[in-house]
């Protein structure tokens, strides 16, 4: 795969590489962050980083390879935050606080988080100890390809300005080593790199290669800036401050 550079290259690789080989679990690869046979094996490594350990506050993608991640953090007593779907809501995020509902493999589920989880504005956020973040493909030095849609890099952006992650935010991610590919992933500024792979048979900590986004990119974001409240209402924000730094 060496002389492979397009992000859509890779992804339709990574997916028919998983069918291929019977990796992949429900719901399928194809057009998605693939569940893939081994995932709970994955996080239960993971669980074992100081950093999942140590950390009290996480933001979780909502796919099912991650799922067993969810549930997990929520049996610690560790308080999950799940986006909405496309950040489609002012209130874009799902709080999951363990103390309030004592089914945790249910609220692990995305129906059910909706059903038990509460609606949440990120300016109302704590600060998140821990990202885990779901990829279609990962390199050794901690490139991440997700499926296309660039709401995981968003997500990132938008809580990097509102104070609640910087540069020691640990980014996680488990995959099938299917997934792992070698020096093909293009990585740009606003592309969010993980710190930390774990597949089924290992760790993997990966070198800080790639800097981590420090802002919202307003210049890619193109038609995403009129379906998303929240990119409104900080850019709103953001020309307030300058008229009052200017006048």
């Known amino acids: 795969m060496s002389t492979i550079n397009s992000k ?34 994955a996080g239960k490594l993971l669980f074992e980083l100081p950093a999942w350990r140590e950390a009290r506050t996480i933001k979780c993608n909502p796919d099912l390879a991650q799922r067993p991640l969810r549930k997990k953090a929520l049996e610690e007593g560790k308080v999950v935050f799940m986006a909405v779907p496309r950040l489609s809501e002012r209130d874009c995020f799902l709080r999951l606080d ?3 509902f004592p089914d945790h493999n249910r609220a692990s589920s995305i129906k059910g988080a909706f059903q038990v989880g509460q609606l949440i504005n990120p300016r109302d956020m704590p600060s998140i100890d821990l990202i885990v973040s779901g990829a279609v493909a ?12 660039g709401f995981a890099d968003l997500e990132y952006a938008i809580a990097r300005r509102l104070g609640l992650i910087d540069d020691r935010t640990p980014v996680v991610t488990t995959v099938h080593p299917l997934q792992l590919v ?19 048979q290992e760790i993997i900590e990966c070198p800080s290669i790639f800097a981590k986004p420090t802002r919202i990119s307003w210049e890619i974001l ?10 409104q209402d900080l850019l709103a924000s953001e020309s307030r401050t300058r008229r009052s730094r200017s006048e």
């Open 8 to 41: 859509a290259q890779i992804r339709s690789l990574i997916w028919q590489s998983l069918k291929d080989h019977h990796m992949e679990a429900f719901p399928g690869a194809l057009g998605r962050i693939p569940n893939f046979i081994g995932a709970g094996e």
């Open 182 to 200: 070698d020096n093909v992933i293009p990585m740009t500024n606003h592309d969010v790199p993980v710190d930390y792979i774990a597949t089924p």
């Open 138 to 149: 990962v390199q050794r030095d901690g490139a991440r390809l997700g499926k296309g849609g």
């Open 222 to 231: 193109g038609g995403k800036l009129g379906e998303i409240p929240i990119l």
């Open 98 to 100: 363990p103390r309030h």
